[in-house]
Nanobody, 128 residues
Framework: QVQLVESGGGLVQAGGSLKLSCAAS????????MGWFRQAPGKEREFVAA????????SYADSVKGRFTISRDNAKDTMYLQMNSLKPEDTAVYYC?????????????????????WGQGTQVTVSS
């Protein structure tokens, strides 16, 4: 079973940037698609971005397209989310997760309801 630890959140003004990290351990990180999700107060958890196990294919929610960039470093067992041009509506707890099976497409990463287990997440707060 994989263990995931999110970090890098914080308080930033609108228009600012943050870079989140997701450190993985417990299984072969490089074989699994990965994704970022977020949950704002009073709202359901939603998909943000996903990256293929090789790191060559990415997918983004429309709300973050052009502002956020997902990447991974398989040598470091770490995934990242560079967030630029942040908006107050980006305020949420951000979570990462891994595909349940190796070598699957990132299409499996877009529905947060597929996952039973979540880490503690990292809080991102964007002030106006």
């Amino acid at each position: 079973q994989v263990q995931l630890v999110e970090s890098g959140g914080g308080l930033v003004q609108a228009g600012g940037s943050l870079k989140l990290s997701c450190a993985a351990s417990g299984r072969t990180f490089s074989s699994y698609a990965m994704g970022w999700f977020r949950q704002a107060p009073g709202k359901e958890r939603e998909f943000v971005a996903a990256v293929s196990w090789r790191g060559t294919t990415t997918s983004y929610a429309d709300s973050v397209k052009g502002r956020f960039t997902i990447s991974r470093d398989n040598a470091k067992d770490t995934m990242y989310l560079q967030m630029n041009s942040l908006k107050p509506e980006d305020t949420a707890v951000y979570y990462c997760n891994a595909a349940m099976d190796p070598y699957t497409t990132i299409a499996t990463m877009t529905n947060p309801r597929r996952f039973d287990s979540w880490g503690q997440g990292t809080q991102v707060t964007v002030s106006s």
